[in-house]
Structure formats: structure tokens, C-alpha cells
């Protein structure tokens, strides 16, 4: 990277447009709140009425020129009612943003999604739903999944419409530009309120594969890229494992089932989960045109979140990326203590660690570890459940406050890695592959993501090229305000 | 799923009861149905049989607008519940999605509302006097 990247960025050149150029000596030195660390900035509430559209400013390099767009994220951002904070990070109302990028601008829009929950809580200026870690108010009624929707996890585009999405209940259509939420989405009748899993997967050719999860029982949505549910099947997994995210090929679905079991799903949700490393790693594989062709694969055990993406060797070898741990986490003290502003370094069991899975067609699947700690893995759209080579996912965890600090690129047929460190000034969120215009190749796209800049307290959108990640990004765009973390984007 | 499947089982439960010698009558509104098509399925609770699968009484009204009305006759004065559900398809069952949640509109008297099961008898429950009742429910 070159001496010019790093110095905007240890400077914090462009933070006038905050007004506070001078405060932005060391980390931990400037406070977002009285008595709470400077990093609590990235667990404040969002304005009750979001953000109207914003031009951003760009404070640093060229914007190029093929980006255009429109980068949607969402991520709890409703933490605190009055001196009551909320009892988990999973469980603050979903806040749901639109960058729009043209002619090298960008604006940030963001609008709540306004769920039951939403409503009641805000209407009455306390937390009242149960959730992921809250028992909830006795008042407050609950006749389905969806009266507990934060619809606050990720986001989905399919044919036009904006979805906002959580894991155990409906997806929630907004208005792709003006955030305006539409209501709770029926795929058909008969599958009014089923959960709709916040990490579908969508083939290069638009089709969309998703879960919905309900204990044992898993569903199966195939969607047309027309927007129209193709088919909806049921499949068993054995038991009640936490599933919040799983992976494909072009023929199979491979269900990852986790010992990290929860037989009772009662409020707060998390109290629920038992650690049974017995079982292992399982991992259900259904063909994706019949169901009822399964067979399961066995690994030792590990807790995971978030996979990359699978594909299948000639042979029929699947291999797939993911972020493994040896033991649970955030459910179990994370996630409750950070919007507190209270935060202590994980233990390496702790660690996150980029790894691929090699489910051969008999035996015991194998771990190949990477090494690299890291989250929120990332691939090439045009290569979704295709032989692949990238992986992008935020690593290099800080040693002061929660998170991660640098964005890498790991290639995993010359097993080297490309990273660039924002240094500890900048909280760095999920980056998405965006194909560059006339490419073909993965390392031929855009990474944009977000981070959360300490110095200038101000949320930024940040462009890399894949190919060139150690050089730093090529643009960065400032807003002149700060948003809460989130959790996952998607381009449109 | 347990209390989804008896919320289920109760709800679709409008089996007549043998009359009960009095002279009270009680008149039953629903108002706010959404789609005109169909069947209001409605059960009539005491107590004793609120958590159960019998009623007491109850009516299959035929929905035309957005509202219906049922009468009950020959009703002994005192608390009552009601427990209803919209059949939409007109199926003669209350359908749920494969996680066994409603799919169709269901409503209880007092426009009371569940928390991870159906509406407690405390929340649903009124009373209907000697000289009759009328009491509406409005369905969301």
C-alpha cells in the first residue's frame, strides 16, 4: 500500500467534514458517550426515523467509474430505550440502508423496518418482544413468529423487491427506494409465516435456494428469478441445531448441523442452547431436484456462522469455506455485554478460523485450516456453488474492542492471502464482491464494504479493487454521521 | 409445536353441546374479515370446556361481507369464551403452515391475544347477563 493510503488513514484526512480533525490522536481516547469506550459509538441507537437521504462525501480517491448501484445492508440499531439497554445485539430492531452509487456519487439512506415489534416498543418507549436473548414483556402477545420479527439481519433483492430479512420468521418487503416497509412476504398461502432464513444463496442465473428452520424440521424454498416459488419441500436434520447459515453447489444443498443444540425454543432463545460436541459436525447433502435423495456427511466438532460458498469436484467431492470455532460464541456472553459498552478479548477457543471443508463421496469429511481469524466470508456472485478461488472476509481481530480491522482476500489455490490492516481506527464490517464491467475473473471485481471510522466517528463506504486489496481502497466515501453495526449487505 | 397444535385443536373445535336449560341469549359480531369467501367457524366456551375440545355451542356463518352475526339462545347467565377462525377455503379445517402455525385468520373473544399459545381464558372470557349480551370481535 502505498505511503499516501495509509496516511489518510492514520491522519484521518477528510474528517473536517465531522468537525473533529483534531481529536483523533489515539483510539480509545475520544468517548461516543459519557463513560463508554469509543468504540460503543458502533452500539447507538439509529434516529427512531432512520436517515433521510444523504450525499456522502468522497474524501478519498477516484470512484470508478463502472460502480453503480445500490449496496443494501441492515443491522440492529434500536439498543437502548431510555436508561434500558437491550438484552442481545441479535435482538435491536432491524435498520435497513441503501447506498446509492452513480455518476461516482454516493447517498446513504437508512429506515427502520417496521415490524409489530418495532411498533409496540417504540409506541410505548420500552423493549416488550421476546427474542434471540430476551424474555420479552408477559405483556406483550405472541400468536406468531413473526410478532417477534426484528427483521434485522441481512438482505435480499429478488426481481425489484427489497427483503428484509431475520432467521425465524417471515422476510419483511420494503420498497427498494424508498425503504418503505410493505409487510411481512408469503411465498404462497399455504406457507403463510414460515421463517425465511437470513442467508439464502442465489445461483449465478438468478434462482434463489433458502431454509426455513423450525427445530428438527427444515424447509426448503426454491425461487424463480422472477420472484415466484418454484418448489417447497421438508426435510429432517435429526435435531434442533442452530442454523443461521448453510451452503450449496450447483446440485446439492449441504445443511450444516452443528452441535450447538436447542430442544426448547422458549424465550430468551439463547438459554436454551447446549454444547453437545458428541455429535460432531453433520452435514446433511439433498439433491437439489429431489429432496428425498440425502445423505450426510460427518466432521469433528465445530460452532460456525457463516460459510463462503461450496462446489463439486469432478469426483463429486464437495469442498466448501467457512468460519469454524471450536466452541460456541456470542451466544453465550457476547453480544449482551458489547451494547453495555462492555467488551474483553475472546480466548482462542474463541477465534473465528477461516477453514475448508472436504466432504469426500465416502469417509469422514476433512478441516483444512487456514489460520486466518477472521468473520463474514465473502464470494464472487458469479461464482455461487461453482469451482472457485476467493474468499473475502474481515480478519485481524482487534486487541481493544470488538470486531475486526482488516479486509482479506484469500485464494485458495495458491493458499496465499491479501490483506489490507485499517489499523485500529476503523471498525471494518462485511465487504461484498462486485463484478467489475467487462470482467469475468473473481479477482476482475469491486469490494465494497463499510467501516466504522473512530477517529471522525463517522461511518464510511469503502472500494477496493480484489485484485490489489493490500493497496488500500481505491475510494471512501464519508457520511457525516455515524450508524450502528450491522450485519450483511447485498448489491443491487 | 405442542401448543401451536393445541391452539389448533381448540380453535377448530365447534362441536354443539347438548342445550342448557335457560332463558339468556347471547349475540356473537365478527367484524373486520378481510377476504369475502368462506366460513366463519365459531365456538362458544364456559370454563369447563375452554381448554378442552367440546364448546358449549357454536356456528358455522357463511361469509358474504365483511361482517357476521350468530345468536344463542337458551344460554344460563355467567362467563363465556369465544374462539373462532376464519375458513377461508372453506375446507372445514383450520390450516396451518409445516411448522403447524395458522395460516388462516383466527380471533378470541375480547380481541384477545396469545403469547406463544391461544388467549388465556382470564383475557377472553365475559359475561353474559340474564337480559342478554351482545359482544363483538373484531378480527386483524
Known sequence: ?492 | MTRTSHLIAVLSACIIAAPIASASELTVTVEGIAKQQGSIMLGLFDEATYNGDGAVNGANLTVEGTSVSVTFEGLEPGEYAVRLYHDVNDDGEMNSNPFGMPTEPYAFSNNAQGRFGPAKWEDAKFSVEADGTAHTITMN
Not at chain 1, 202 to 224: F, S
Not at chain 1, 343 to 369: F, H, M, S, Y
Open chain 1, 1 to 492: 500500500m502505498d505511503l499516501s493510503r495509509r496516511h489518510f488513514l492514520e491522519a484521518g484526512f477528510g474528517v473536517g467534514v465531522a468537525g473533529s480533525l483534531g481529536a483523533c490522536a489515539s483510539p480509545g481516547a475520544m468517548l461516543g458517550a459519557p463513560g463508554m469506550p469509543d468504540w460503543h459509538l458502533g452500539y447507538k441507537n439509529a434516529p427512531p426515523a432512520g436517515f433521510d437521504p444523504s450525499p456522502m462525501t468522497l474524501a478519498f480517491g477516484a470512484v470508478p467509474a463502472d460502480l453503480k448501484g445500490s449496496f443494501y445492508r441492515n443491522g440492529p440499531a434500536q439498543m437502548q430505550y431510555g436508561d434500558q439497554y437491550a438484552s442481545h445485539w441479535f435482538d435491536g430492531d432491524g435498520l435497513i440502508h441503501r447506498i446509492a452509487i452513480e455518476d461516482g456519487q454516493a447517498v446513504h439512506q437508512a429506515r427502520f423496518a417496521e415490524t409489530k415489534k418495532r411498533r409496540e416498543e417504540q409506541a410505548a418507549g420500552k423493549f416488550l418482544s421476546p427474542g434471540f436473548g430476551t424474555l420479552g414483556d408477559e405483556s406483550y402477545s405472541v400468536e406468531d413468529p413473526d410478532d417477534v420479527n426484528a427483521a434485522n439481519t441481512s438482505v435480499l433483492v429478488v426481481n425489484g423487491e427489497l427483503l428484509a430479512l431475520w432467521e425465524a420468521g417471515s422476510a419483511f418487503a420494503m420498497d427498494a427506494e424508498t425503504l418503505e416497509t410493505r409487510g411481512a412476504k408469503t411465498w404462497r398461502d399455504d406457507l403463510k409465516g414460515m421463517p425465511f432464513l437470513a442467508h439464502p444463496k442465489v445461483e449465478p442465473d438468478g434462482r434463489v435456494w433458502n431454509l426455513a428452520v423450525g427445530g428438527d424440521r427444515v424447509g426448503i424454498y426454491r425461487i424463480a428469478k422472477t420472484g415466484e416459488l418454484e418448489d417447497f419441500g421438508m426435510v429432517n436434520i435429526g435435531r434442533a441445531a442452530y442454523i443461521h447459515d448453510w451452503t450449496m453447489t450447483d446440485r446439492h444443498l449441504i445443511i450444516l448441523v452443528q452441535p450447538w443444540v436447542n430442544e426448547n425454543l422458549r424465550p430468551p432463545v439463547v438459554a436454551g442452547f447446549e454444547w453437545q460436541p458428541q455429535h460432531g459436525l453433520q452435514m446433511l447433502i439433498v439433491d437439489k431436484d429431489d429432496f428425498t435423495n440425502q445423505r450426510w456427511a460427518q466432521a469433528p466438532a465445530r460452532m460456525f456462522f457463516h460459510t463462503g460458498s461450496a462446489w463439486e469436484e469432478s469426483d463429486g467431492t464437495i469442498k466448501f469455506d467457512v468460519v469454524l470455532y471450536r466452541e460456541p460464541v456470542l451466544g453465550v456472553g457476547g453480544g449482551a455485554a458489547e451494547i453495555r459498552g462492555d467488551w474483553t478479548e475472546p480466548g482462542a477457543n474463541e477465534n473465528g478460523i477461516l477453514t475448508q471443508i472436504v466432504i469426500p463421496t465416502q469417509g469422514d469429511a476433512k478441516l483444512i485450516e487456514t489460520g486466518i481469524n477472521g468473520e463474514f466470508p465473502q464470494v464472487d456472485p458469479r461464482y455461487r456453488g461453482q469451482r472457485r478461488r476467493l474468499t473475502a472476509l474481515c480478519t485481524a481481530p482487534s486487541r481493544l474492542r470488538p470486531g475486526q480491522t482488516a479486509l482479506t482476500v484469500h485464494d485458495w489455490e495458491s493458499g496465499q492471502s491479501d490483506t489490507f490492516n485499517f489499523g485500529e481506527s476503523r471498525m471494518v464490517e462485511e465487504f461484498l464482491f462486485v463484478p467489475k464491467s467487462g470482467g469475468s475473473t473473481e479477482a476482475e471485481s469491486w469490494l465494497i464494504g463499510t467501516v466504522l471510522n473512530l477517529n471522525s466517528k463517522v461511518s464510511e463506504v469503502c472500494v477496493f479493487d480484489a485484485a490489489r486489496v493490500s493497496d488500500g481502497p481505491v475510494c471512501i466515501w464519508q457520511a457525516a454521521y455515524s450508524w450502528p453495526l450491522g450485519f450483511h449487505g447485498t448489491w443491487a
